[in-house]
């Protein structure tokens, strides 16, 4: 009898065999949902919420964040999984299967009697070997060379979105990346804005070197179009303001009130008299010339009616980080008081214009110089559609970024997996009593990745497998491909995997294998959440 069962008759336990076989089949349950995904010939998943929402994706990333996992162990993998995302943007699907996979290589070994610490062992020095090999088959590259971000970008794009769509935003992506680049500085992928519109088709995305903000003007007679524009931005209260405490005014008479609202909208207006003798000045001869005030705070109607008379369009209540990206976009610095503007604290764009669509309004700001900040607009016909293309983007750019800062890729298409597992074999022999068990069901679990491309692709995994090892024993660096089930050399071809996500993956999947495989008692005897707090009756 349990020890557990003695101090908790109501507690659930499962004894070390019962428990072991427990996480196998969840790690291998968890990774029979994703593992048709993996790759570019992956399937897809439809998601439906509970109120009829629909969702596809083949992004492991966004099902393990959108499924209901129930099972321990499989939400321990999920959670490991996601962190993976959380990092480095990728890997989710392959940490997953590479998990399970890694279990189920020890099966035989467990059956027969064999420790699973001296599995455990074995993992921790496979995981070393790994890394460190890992640093000898990656390739040092000018990684700011444009064609190389973009089969970069292609390589992670493709995963995720049809052939077609992911060319298409291959180059959006990568060029999106370079316009924020400052130098050696870090890549801050805020600075890039993803708009969606739902209207036309997917095809119509495109880059918006500038900025696109899902506001319009507040007044019918500003102007819907401005070029050559001076850009102010702001974070005024051009409106009445309540007070922050929470505080009453009693009045004598109605004219005492009066006095009072006519005093807090004279400061106003006198505020906006000052926006408007800054344009006058920055125009100069030029009186049609655009003038553009956006402004983080609320403009009131007195004040809108001002700028529409003064041929100036407002925008109010932009977001924040719109903001930050807006003098990133069109130079100028943000303002914080009316108080001495001169013209210096102006950006500058060569087109902005208003697009309505349906209810809503867009305004785009374009033709800046020098651009630090833009927007990716992605178009689609329906919602679902839309939400695959804004998840796979996010993914492209950390691609991008990925590469950018770590200076070194990795040969794709498999080829590093069918690499490492013929280094492990060799590194086998050089390890002396039983943990060489360990390093070669790490050794075969990596294989993984290859036979689930073969499997996705139509082709037989073990025969495909073969002809990949064959190639590489001959001194060739090869990959799968997809097309014919043929080996081809990925460097030729463009196929690169991201160095950060590879080693991320070679450090965390064996530590979470180790850990499942040490678990010798499962037990649900948590206590009660209810208020007294004891022991579940």
Same mark, same amino acid.
């Given at each position: 009898? =349990?020890?557990?069962?003695?101090?908790?008759?109501?507690?659930?336990? =499962?004894?070390?065999?019962?428990?072991?076989?427990?996480?196998?089949?969840?790690?291998?349950?968890?990774?029979?949902?994703?593992?048709?995904?993996?790759?570019?010939?992956?399937?897809?998943?439809?998601?439906?919420?509970?109120?009829?929402?629909?969702?596809?994706? %083949?992004?492991?990333?966004?099902?393990?964040?959108?499924?209901?996992?129930?099972?321990?162990?499989?939400?321990?993998?999920?959670?490991?999984?996601?962190?993976?995302?959380?990092?480095?943007?990728?890997?989710?699907?392959?940490?997953?299967?590479?998990?399970?996979?890694?279990?189920?290589?020890?099966?035989?070994?467990?059956?027969?009697?064999?420790?699973?610490?001296?599995?455990?062992?074995?993992?921790?020095?496979?995981?070393?070997?790994?890394?460190?090999?890992?640093?000898?088959?990656?390739?040092?590259?000018?990684?700011?060379?444009?064609?190389?971000?973009?089969?970069?970008?292609?390589?992670?794009?493709?995963?995720?979105?049809?052939?077609?769509?992911?060319?298409?935003?291959?180059?959006?992506?990568?060029?999106?990346?370079?316009?924020?680049?400052?130098?050696?500085?870090?890549?801050?992928?805020?600075?890039?804005?993803?708009?969606?519109?739902?209207?036309?088709?997917?095809?119509?995305?495109?880059?918006?070197?500038?900025?696109?903000?899902?506001?319009?003007?507040?007044?019918?007679?500003?102007?819907?179009?401005?070029?050559?524009?001076?850009?102010?931005?702001?974070?005024?209260?051009?409106?009445?303001?309540?007070?922050?405490?929470?505080?009453?005014?009693?009045? =004598?008479?109605?004219?005492?009130?009066?006095?009072?609202?006519?005093?807090?909208?004279?400061?106003?207006?006198?505020?906006?008299?000052?926006?408007?003798?800054?344009?006058?000045?920055?125009?100069?001869?030029?009186?049609?010339?655009?003038?553009?005030?956006?402004?983080?705070?609320?403009?009131?109607?007195?004040?809108?009616?001002?700028?529409?008379?003064?041929?100036?369009?407002?925008?109010?209540?932009?977001?924040?980080?719109?903001?930050?990206?807006?003098?990133?976009?069109?130079?100028?610095?943000?303002?914080?008081?009316?108080?001495?503007?001169?013209?210096?604290?102006?950006?500058?764009?060569?087109?902005?214009?208003?697009?309505?669509?349906?209810?809503?309004?867009?305004?785009?700001?374009?033709?800046?110089?020098?651009?630090?900040?833009?927007?990716?607009?992605?178009?689609?016909?329906? %919602?679902?559609?839309?939400?695959?293309?804004?998840?796979?983007?996010?993914?492209?750019?950390?691609?991008?970024?990925?590469?950018?800062?770590?200076?070194?890729?990795?040969?794709?298409?498999?080829?590093?997996?069918?690499?490492?597992?013929?280094?492990?074999?060799?590194?086998?022999?050089?390890?002396?009593?039983? +943990?060489?068990?360990?390093?070669?069901?790490?050794?075969?679990?990596?294989?993984?990745? +290859? %036979?689930?491309?073969?499997?996705? =692709?139509?082709?037989?995994?073990?025969?495909?497998?073969?002809?990949?090892?064959?190639?590489? %024993?001959?001194?060739?660096?090869?990959?799968?491909?997809?097309?014919?089930?043929?080996?081809?050399?990925?460097?030729?071809?463009?196929?690169?995997?991201?160095?950060?996500?590879?080693?991320?993956?070679?450090?965390?999947?064996?530590?979470?294998?180790?850990?499942?495989?040490?678990?010798?008692?499962?037990?649900?005897?948590?206590?009660?959440?209810?208020?007294?707090?004891?022991?579940?009756?």
């Amino acid at each position: 009898m =349990s020890a557990l069962k003695m101090l908790n008759p109501n507690s659930e336990t =499962s004894r070390q065999g019962q428990a072991l076989m427990m996480n196998i089949s969840a790690s291998r349950g968890i990774a029979e949902v994703l593992k048709s995904n993996l790759g570019p010939k992956g399937t897809m998943k439809m998601l439906v919420s509970g109120a009829g929402d629909i969702k596809l994706t %083949k992004d492991g990333n966004v099902l393990l964040h959108e499924m209901q996992i129930q099972h321990p162990t499989a939400s321990l993998i999920a959670r490991t999984a996601t962190a993976q995302d959380d990092m480095t943007g990728d890997g989710t699907t392959t940490m997953v299967i590479q998990i399970a996979e890694m279990l189920r290589q020890t099966e035989r070994y467990l059956g027969e009697g064999l420790h699973p610490r001296v599995i455990a062992e074995g993992f921790d020095l496979a995981k070393s070997h790994a890394l460190k090999f890992l640093e000898q088959f990656k390739v040092k590259k000018d990684t700011t060379d444009r064609t190389l971000l973009i089969d970069v970008a292609r390589a992670a794009l493709r995963t995720k979105l049809h052939q077609e769509l992911a060319d298409q935003l291959t180059e959006i992506v990568v060029d999106a990346v370079l316009t924020i680049r400052r130098g050696n500085e870090p890549v801050d992928l805020f600075m890039v804005e993803i708009m969606t519109m739902q209207h036309r088709t997917e095809s119509d995305m495109r880059l918006v070197k500038g900025l696109v903000l899902d506001h319009g003007g507040r007044h019918p007679d500003m102007p819907k179009k401005a070029t050559n524009a001076f850009v102010l931005s702001c974070n005024v209260s051009l409106e009445y303001e309540k007070t922050e405490d929470n505080s009453g005014f009693y009045y =004598s008479s109605h004219e005492e009130r009066q006095k009072m609202v006519d005093a807090e909208h004279q400061m106003v207006a006198e505020r906006c008299r000052k926006i408007l003798q800054l344009a006058a000045e920055a125009r100069g001869e030029d009186k049609n010339r655009g003038f553009i005030v956006i402004n983080q705070k609320g403009i009131d109607p007195i004040c809108l009616d001002m700028m529409a008379k003064a041929n100036i369009l407002g925008l109010r209540r932009a977001k924040r980080r719109n903001m930050e990206r807006l003098t990133l976009a069109c130079g100028g610095t943000a303002v914080n008081s009316v108080e001495g503007l001169t013209t210096d604290v102006l950006g500058h764009a060569d087109e902005v214009h208003e697009h309505v669509l349906g209810e809503e309004k867009y305004t785009f700001v374009e033709g800046v110089k020098n651009p630090f900040s833009c927007t990716i607009l992605i178009k689609g016909p329906n %919602k679902h559609t839309i939400e695959q293309i804004k998840d796979a983007v996010r993914d492209g750019l950390r691609a991008v970024k990925n590469t950018l800062e770590d200076g070194y890729v990795v040969p794709g298409a498999g080829a590093f997996q069918v690499a490492l597992h013929q280094e492990l074999m060799r590194f086998k022999e050089t390890v002396t009593g039983r +943990p060489k068990l360990g390093v070669e069901a790490y050794a075969n679990g990596v294989l993984i990745v +290859p %036979k689930t491309l073969a499997a996705n =692709s139509g082709f037989d995994p073990i025969e495909t497998l073969i002809k990949l090892q064959d190639e590489h %024993k001959q001194g060739h660096v090869v990959g799968l491909d997809l097309a014919t089930g043929e080996v081809l050399d990925p460097q030729d071809e463009g196929i690169w995997d991201q160095y950060r996500v590879l080693k991320q993956i070679l450090q965390s999947a064996p530590v979470v294998a180790s850990q499942l495989l040490l678990v010798d008692e499962v037990m649900k005897a948590g206590k009660s959440m209810s208020r007294g707090g004891g022991p579940e009756q």
